[in-house]
């Protein structure tokens, strides 16, 4: 059994190096992207993280709760002016 669970904790280890490592950069939030529109925004973070999943949402819109590392919400108001700051999540 003891077996069994130190095997466990090595898979969620290397699982961990595994995200970690594919990371493109260890920005996580980008407090310069506030105020601007929400599709120029994307555009940007898009620009510089091509493998980021970049969403234009409304802003108190209901969102699961999940991290996820490839994502970031643009929360806009009726202007499509981004109203929270960007971040990883």
């Known amino acids: 059994m003891q077996t069994i669970y130190i095997l466990f904790l090595l898979t969620l280890l290397l699982e961990l190096f595994a995200v ?6 260890t920005v996580a939030q ?10 120029a925004a994307k555009k940007i973070l898009l620009e510089h993280h091509p493998a980021l999943k970049v969403i234009v949402i409304p802003q108190n819109s209901m ?3 999940d991290y996820n ?4 919400r ?3 108001d009726d202007h499509d002016t981004i109203t929270q700051v960007p971040r990883v999540g």
């Open 74 to 76: 643009l929360f806009v």
């Open 20 to 25: 970690m490592s594919s990371r493109e950069s």
């Open 69 to 72: 590392v490839h994502r970031v």
């Open 30 to 39: 980008w407090p310069e992207l506030l105020g601007k529109s929400g599709e």
């Open 63 to 65: 969102v699961t709760m």
